[in-house]
């Protein structure tokens, strides 16, 4: 394989490596841009491209394997990221980085001349066609629309308003037909059977995670990695699995509820969503909460880290 073509989007360094004369990332690095807490599982559930890997050499020196994941699995995580900054990050990467890439081997500033491999207007167009992508869907999870209609309608639109199948440069035509054959919207089916099983082994003590009030994201990301060790064949989607956590906790006979608290230290705190197994204290909510969640992540690490070895 040819040399890691190194460069920075906005602080953060993402690597190229070319092969057979196409562009490869490495998965880590975009993860990461994007905003995904556990890496590993985003590549895992977002990109289903051909499984590759390239040697580097980490901070410490030692070789290692990286996952590299292609154009169409970028795109996917892209389309998956909540940051506001994926949308910078896709119209940089398609009109300056894949241009360079594609016409020197290397990365350099952009040249006025855009590559014939990826012209400006058709970069403009895919970044286009992704914002209304995305900003129907915010709207469809708001009115709890299924998941494969959301994408179903999104794609619809935005091929309507641009001109750009999204679907199609994902390579997800066959994925989303499969969705919506497996899809029941009766309104009434919120359990799954992966959650009603993660609650009942939370509740009853998983090692090193005590079954308390977190974030949101934190209980997703828990819930995500326990069916990876459990081997568990289907995972929800983070979308619809707070609603099936809530039904399962109920069924079992235990209150739990989802609210939005501010979580941080002042200037620099943010309103989160927070699964609530116990009631809030009447004063210093902001705190009660911050210190749950934090304390919640030091368990979470070392649960993760526990099982992993124990696995390996």
Same mark, same amino acid.
């Given at each position: ?83 506001p900054s994926a949308v910078r990050f896709e119209r940089w990467v398609f009109e300056d980085v894949l241009p360079s ?19 400006? @207007? /058709?970069?403009?167009? =895919?970044?286009?066609?992704?914002? *209304?992508?995305?900003? !129907?869907?915010? %709207?469809?999870?708001?009115? $709890? ?12 639109v935005a091929e309507r308003e641009t001109g750009v199948d999204l679907l199609d440069k994902l390579d997800a035509h ?56 459990? @081997? /568990?064949?289907?995972? =929800?989607?983070?979308?619809?699995? *707070?609603?099936?956590? !809530?039904?399962? %906790?109920?069924?079992?006979? $235990? ?43 030091e368990h979470l690490r070392r649960f993760m880290a526990q099982q992993r070895e124990v696995v390996a």
């Open positions: 394989m040819s040399e890691i073509i190194p460069f920075q989007f906005e602080a953060h360094d993402v690597r190229v490596v070319m092969v057979d004369g196409e562009p490869w990332f490495i998965g880590r690095d975009v993860a990461e841009v994007l905003g995904y807490l556990d890496t590993v599982n985003a590549l895992k559930q977002h990109c289903r491209g051909v499984v590759k890997y390239h040697p580097i050499v980490d901070s410490l020196g030692r070789q290692q394997e990286a996952r590299i994941i292609s154009q169409p699995d970028m795109l996917r995580l892209i389309v998956g990221s909540k940051l890439v594609l016409k020197t081997g290397s990365y350099a500033l952009p040249q006025a001349t855009p590559s014939p491999r990826i012209p400006a @207007h /058709e970069a403009d167009r =895919i970044v286009a066609a992704s914002r *209304t992508f995305n900003a !129907l869907m915010r %709207a469809g999870r708001h009115v $709890r629309q299924p998941l494969p209609v959301m994408i179903r309608r999104a794609a619809e066959d994925h989303l037909a499969q969705m919506e054959a497996q899809a029941t919207f009766t309104g009434r089916q919120v359990a799954h059977p992966s959650v009603t099983a993660f609650w009942a082994a939370w509740s009853c003590g998983l090692p090193d995670l005590p079954c308390q009030s977190c974030l949101t994201a934190q209980a997703y990301q828990a819930y995500v990695h326990w069916c990876d060790l459990e @081997h /568990e064949g289907h995972i =929800i989607r983070r979308e619809k699995f *707070t609603t099936a956590l !809530l039904h399962a %906790a109920r069924d079992a006979g $235990r209150h739990a509820q989802v609210t939005v608290m501010r979580i941080g230290v002042r200037e620099q705190s943010t309103t989160q969503r927070m699964l609530l197994l116990t009631a809030p204290p009447f004063e210093a909510q902001g705190a009660w909460a911050t210190g749950l969640v934090a304390q919640f992540a």
